[in-house]
Nanobody, 116 residues
Framework: QVQLVESGGGLVQPGGSLRLSCAAS????????MGWYRQAPGKQRELVAT???????NYADSVKGRFTISRDNAKNTEYLQMNSLRPEDTAVYYC??????????WGKGTLVTVSS
C-alpha cells in the first residue's frame, strides 16, 4: 500500500497564498498519477488537480491560472501552490495516489480556510 500525509493547510486572507505538500511512502513504485481533491462543508469531494508520473497536469476550471500542481519524484512528494485564494476555496484538501494493481490511496486531509 501507499501512505499519504498532507501538510501546509491553515488560515489565509482572500488574495493570499498557501502551499500544500503531500509525502508518499510505502510501495510508491505503483503510483502513476497523484492528485489533490477538496471537500467543502455540505458539498461532495471534487477534483482540484492531477499530475502524472511524466508531468502531465489537469486542473479543475475553478482553479486554472491560480493553482499549480507539481511533483518531486526523488522525494516522493507532490505540492499544490495556491495563489489568489478565494473564500470559496475553503475546504479540506485531500491528497490522492492512483496506480497499478488498483492502487487508490488517500491522505487524511488538511484544512484550508480563506477568510478575512
Amino acid at each position: 500500500q501507499v501512505q499519504l500525509v498532507e501538510s501546509g493547510g491553515g488560515l489565509v486572507q482572500p488574495g493570499g497564498s498557501l502551499r500544500l505538500s503531500c509525502a508518499a511512502s510505502g510501495n510508491v513504485g505503483r503510483i502513476t498519477v497523484m492528485g489533490w481533491y477538496r471537500q467543502a462543508p455540505g458539498k461532495q469531494r471534487e477534483l482540484v488537480a492531477t499530475i502524472t508520473n511524466s508531468g502531465t497536469t489537469n486542473y479543475a476550471d475553478s482553479v486554472k491560472g491560480r493553482f499549480t500542481i507539481s511533483r518531486d519524484n526523488a522525494k516522493n512528494t507532490e505540492y499544490l501552490q495556491m495563489n489568489s485564494l478565494r473564500p470559496e476555496d475553503t475546504a479540506v484538501y485531500y491528497c490522492n495516489a492512483r496506480g497499478f494493481a488498483g492502487l487508490d490511496s488517500w491522505g487524511k486531509g488538511t484544512l484550508v480556510t480563506v477568510s478575512s
